[in-house]
């Protein structure tokens, strides 16, 4: 049996015929920037995620860049953050010219250890960039308490986490923004690039709202340096589609996820450990293994298809080497990247191919 780790045809081919008939409309109308398509998106992505407002733009970086400049982060402020993400959680802090401060993670959730951060916090911090990795809260009350108290910006990277819940309240609507990528493996994915930002602060919508299109209140009038960061009209369509099928989707991720937990039985194998605090929406599906290589080598061979999401923690990238982070400076991180190993998980896998994976990973 075949299990790859994703595939994106079978979720398309059963939209087609109602996505090639709102790109048609959309087509017909000629609303190819931002226009009904996109504000009837936001609108629905507001009601369904419960936001007051969203901006859609034109990737997951764009509103992480925007989110940096309503944060005030500029050259001389550090923002501490996870190494243990995607590349462009990060991006936004250093578009602006700070410094990003990477602290450790935690060895339960993976995501950053607020912990950590209260250690990394000086007079020169000035925000948190948050990441609710694979789909799985951060412990946000713990975070906002040192924001609090230290007056700092708190960035939610939610690109994973659409639709995750800490303590009931929706990721993105905790800390001072959010930001949502809806790039087309996501777990709300466009076909092409997407993203969204969000902001409980009506001052820092209005803002982002002005940074996304130019920095343009008015027809050629420009009161701040800004941005084309707007959103297809074509994508804001397909987007709309798909939010009706969100709940179902990570129902059926969740349910996989239940049956892998109950089922992956070896004792070598640590697996996410899920919070009482949260609820995560299975971005991954991902173990640690001391030997990882080879587990992976053997589900390859049971035709199973794995992927190492990070095999290089963010401190310790060529980009940031001038940071000076040695090796072993971030154990946590740098262990997880050394031993993770991501099994498929995505809404149409069947009942049989997660159970073939299951026996696959028990028999390594
Ligand atoms: C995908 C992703 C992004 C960036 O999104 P793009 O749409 O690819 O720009 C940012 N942060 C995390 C954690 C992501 O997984």
Known sequence: MKVPFLDLKPQHQAI???????LAATYDATRFCLGKDVEDFEKAFSATLGF????????????????SLCGGF???DEVITTPFT????????SYVGATPVFVDIDPDTWCI????IARAITPKTKGIVVVHIFGQPARMDEIMALAKQHKLFVVEDCAQAVGACYKGAPVGSIGDCGTFSFYPTKNLGGCGEGGAFVSKHAAVMDQ????RVHGSPKRYTHTEVGFNFRMDGFQGAILNIKLKQLAGWTARRRAIAAMYRAGLKRTDVQLPVVPMYGESVWHQFTLLHPKRDDLRAHLDKNGVGTEIIYPGPMHRQPCYASLGYAAGSLPVAEKTSATCVSLPLFPELTDEQVDHV??????F
Do not use: Y
Not at 56 to 65: A, F, K
Not at 86 to 93: D, E, R
């Open 113 to 116: 250890s607020p912990e950590a």
């Open 16 to 22: 087609r015929t109602e996505v090639l008939a709102a």
């Open 358 to 363: 299951i026996q696959s990973v028990n028999a």
């Open 86 to 93: 995607f590349a462009s959680s990060c991006w936004g802090i």
């Open 74 to 76: 500029g050259p001389g």
């Open 52 to 67: 007051p407002r969203t901006l859609g733009m034109n990737s997951g970086t764009s509103p992480l860049h925007i989110a």
């Open 208 to 211: 982002a709202q002005l940074l």
